[in-house]
């Protein structure tokens, strides 16, 4: 299993990045997916997941109206689109696979995060 | 409530147990998974369930959860296993994820 994150930078207060998670060596299409932050120095953020095809998602108060998760499951792919950005959305940002059950959901695969940061 | 507590640091010495808690609401309702995370490097999943081990987790690693704190029991602890250490579970409303804020093991 390997997921591989791209996208991170650099981007100005109020700008716009989009995150891409690549996976391969799973059936994609089988999982939920998340996307989970870390700022500098600071602990595990959730921000937003996906169900498997789409028609579910979910995300933390203070991204919901600026972060779009969305999947591709034809090209095994994962995005976070992130507009209106702060400064307090510097951060390491990480996808990670996830198996969501009726009282228990756990995240058996990460990738190695991609870094965004917010500065002007 | 949506958050999950942890206390922020525990130290052990070399070969005993240390108990890592978690206390938050919803974890009457949902159960906690637990993931280790080194500096420099990704987490990874070390509980999940009530008390399942994935694949390639020494069995010193263990989970419990009683009323609204779960916990994670390291047996026998080796010097790898000082790394931060961070419980998730749903929030309250169970459409959203949250984490603890981390437990640094010092060994």
């Known amino acids: 299993v390997q997921l591989v994150e791209s996208g991170g930078g650099l981007v100005q207060p109020g700008g716009s990045l989009r995150l891409s998670c690549e996976a391969s060596g799973i059936t994609f299409s089988y999982y939920w997916m998340t996307w989970v932050r870390q700022a500098p120095g600071k602990g595990l953020e959730w921000v937003a997941h996906i169900n498997q095809d789409g028609t579910e998602t979910h995300s933390m108060d203070s991204v919901r109206g600026r972060f779009t998760i969305s999947r591709d499951n034809a090209r095994n792919s994962l995005s976070l689109q992130m507009n209106s950005l702060r400064a307090e959305d510097t951060a390491v940002y990480y996808c990670?696979?996830?198996?969501?059950?009726?009282?228990?959901?756990?995240?058996?695969?990460w990738g190695q995060g991609t870094l965004v940061t917010v500065s002007s | 409530s949506s958050e999950l507590t942890q206390d922020p640091a525990v130290s052990v010495a070399l070969g005993q147990t240390v108990r890592i808690t978690c206390h938050g609401d919803?974890?009457?309702?949902?159960?906690a998974s637990w993931y280790q995370q080194r500096p420099g490097q990704a987490p990874i999943l070390v509980i999940y369930g009530k008390n399942n081990r994935p694949s390639g987790i020494p069995d010193r690693f263990s989970g419990s959860t009683s009323e609204n704190t779960a916990s994670l029991t390291i047996t026998g602890v080796q010097a790898e296993d000082e790394a931060d250490y961070y419980c998730?579970?749903?929030?309250?409303?169970?459409?959203?994820?949250?984490f603890g804020g981390g437990t640094r093991v010092t060994v």
């Open positions: 919803s974890l009457r309702t949902y159960y």
């Open positions: 990670a696979r996830g198996v969501r059950e009726l009282r228990r959901d756990w995240f058996d695969s």
């Open positions: 998730y579970s749903r929030d309250s409303s169970g459409h959203r994820g949250v």
